[in-house]
C-alpha cells in the first residue's frame, strides 16, 4: 500500500528558506514520477515541481530559481528546497506520486495517482 508523508512546513518571514521532505512508502521512488502542489485559500491546487524515474525536472515559473525539487531513492524520499520564500507561496503543500509509467506533465494534478496529507507553509512579509 503506497503511503506518502509530508513534513517539514512552518511559519517563516519574506526571504528566509524551508525544505519540505515527502517519505515514501510501498513502491520505490526511484520507479516513479513524483511532484510538489499547492493550495491556498480560496485558489485552486497547482503544481509546483515535478521529476519522474529519469530525472527529467519541471518547475512551475512562479518558483523557477527558487526552488529545488530532488529525491534521495536510498531513503525513498522526495524533498522541496524552498529558497527566498515570499508570501505568495502561502499554502498547503502535498506531495504526489505516481507509480504506473513514466510521466512528462509532471505539473498537471491528473499526472498523479497517490497524494499525501499536506503541510502547511506561511510566510509572513
Known amino acids: 500500500q503506497v503511503h506518502l508523508v509530508e513534513s517539514g512546513g512552518g511559519s517563516v518571514q519574506a526571504g528566509a528558506s524551508l525544505r519540505l521532505s515527502c517519505t515514501a512508502s510501498?513502491?520505490?521512488?526511484?520507479?516513479?514520477?513524483m511532484g510538489w502542489f499547492r493550495q491556498a485559500p480560496g485558489k485552486e491546487r497547482e503544481g509546483v515541481a515535478g521529476i519522474n524515474s529519469i530525472e527529467s525536472i519541471t518547475y512551475a515559473d512562479s518558483v523557477k530559481g527558487r526552488f529545488t525539487i530532488s529525491k534521495d531513492n536510498a531513503n525513498n524520499t522526495l524533498y522541496l528546497q524552498m529558497n527566498s520564500l515570499k508570501p505568495e507561496d502561502t499554502a498547503l503543500y502535498y506531495c504526489a506520486a505516481n507509480t504506473r509509467g513514466l510521466q512528462f506533465r509532471l505539473l498537471q494534478s491528473s499526472s498523479y495517482i497517490y497524494w499525501g496529507q499536506g503541510t502547511q507553509v506561511t510566510v509572513s512579509s
Open positions: 510501498g513502491y520505490a521512488t526511484s520507479s516513479a514520477s
